[in-house]
């Protein structure tokens, strides 16, 4: 038998055994029990608007915080890693080492909970201050990383040129290499906005008001009141709606980046 062949067959092979399986299940499943503990419509109508413009709001909320810290403090991390001065690329090294390193669950308690013991009960100001900040200090430990790769992926001969003309180092910096280097990088940058959004889940172990719960705390405590799991997949049908048009984003841009390219 040739190669050719023997492929084809074990591909219509497993064809076949997805199909059985899944048959399999179809038959033999519940739907109507499924339905009323996964997706309850009365459940469901009832909570949707509180989903939106309570935890929806509040998941957003830590997300645009988060991200516009982590940012900014990671553009400084990435300038301060490509310094000459030692001490500034120390600095930035062992933050980004620290930072990637430990779990986002530990740095929130850590800025939540550690933080007013040791400064004797001074914490991070505001309702969103501590998730917002923890989400900041860590998405910018990553987002340096990215930004540093984008600067390096510019071509070094865009700063030789722009100092030729006599511009000073931070302003060919601010004005000709950041800019293209952040073109560069709208991808990755995409990629770890949904990470972020994803992680905002994790703000609930500061504890949170039935105001300020976001997606998956709403969820699970909706669901406890309920003894009904329709809460989590509307809470899901929620992340999916904001993660998904953002990784298609992602995929567009990054095919139009090949193209420009080539």
């Known amino acids: 038998m040739e190669r050719r062949t023997r492929?084809?067959?074990?591909?219509?092979?497993?064809?076949?055994?997805?199909?059985?399986?899944?048959?399999?299940?179809?038959?033999?499943?519940?739907?109507?029990?499924?339905?009323e503990a996964f997706l309850d419509p009365e459940i469901f109508a009832e909570q949707f608007w509180d989903i939106l413009t309570i935890a929806a709001k509040n998941t957003l909320i830590y997300t645009l915080l988060g991200y516009t810290l982590g940012l900014v403090w990671g553009l400084v991390l990435a300038l301060m890693r490509l310094s000459t001065i030692t001490p500034?690329?120390?600095?930035?090294?062992?933050?980004?080492e620290i930072f990637?390193?430990?779990?986002?669950?530990?740095?929130?308690?850590?800025?939540?909970?550690?933080?007013p013991i040791a400064l004797n009960g001074t914490k991070v100001p505001g309702t969103y201050g501590p998730g917002a900040v923890a989400l900041g200090v860590v998405a910018a430990a990553?987002?340096?990383?990215?930004?540093?790769?984008?600067?390096?992926?510019?071509?070094?001969?865009?700063?030789?040129?722009?100092?030729?003309?006599?511009m000073s180092y931070g302003r060919a910096m601010a004005t000709i290499v950041i800019p293209q280097a952040f073109r560069i990088i709208v991808p990755p940058l995409t990629n770890e906005l949904v990470l972020l959004?994803?992680?905002?889940?994790?703000?609930?172990?500061?504890?949170?008001?039935?105001l300020t719960e976001e997606l998956t705390k709403f969820a699970r405590d909706n669901a406890s009141s309920t003894f009904n799991?329709?809460?989590?997949i509307a809470a899901a049908l929620v992340y999916l709606c904001l993660t998904v048009p953002l990784t298609r984003l992602s995929a567009t841009l990054e095919k139009r980046g090949k193209r420009g390219n080539r």
């Open 197 to 210: 959004i994803k992680d905002t889940s994790l703000v609930s172990v500061l504890g949170t008001t039935q």
């Open 100 to 115: 990637r390193g430990i779990p986002l669950l530990l740095t929130l308690l850590i800025i939540g909970y550690g933080l």
């Open 229 to 232: 799991s329709t809460p989590y």
């Open 7 to 35: 492929i084809r067959l074990t591909r219509y092979a497993i064809y076949a055994a997805t199909i059985l399986v899944v048959g399999f299940v179809a038959v033999r499943a519940d739907w109507g029990s499924l339905q």
């Open 142 to 166: 990553y987002l340096a990383e990215t930004i540093r790769a984008g600067i390096e992926a510019v071509p070094r001969g865009q700063m030789e040129a722009a100092r030729s003309l006599g």
């Open 88 to 96: 500034y690329r120390w600095f930035a090294t062992t933050y980004i």
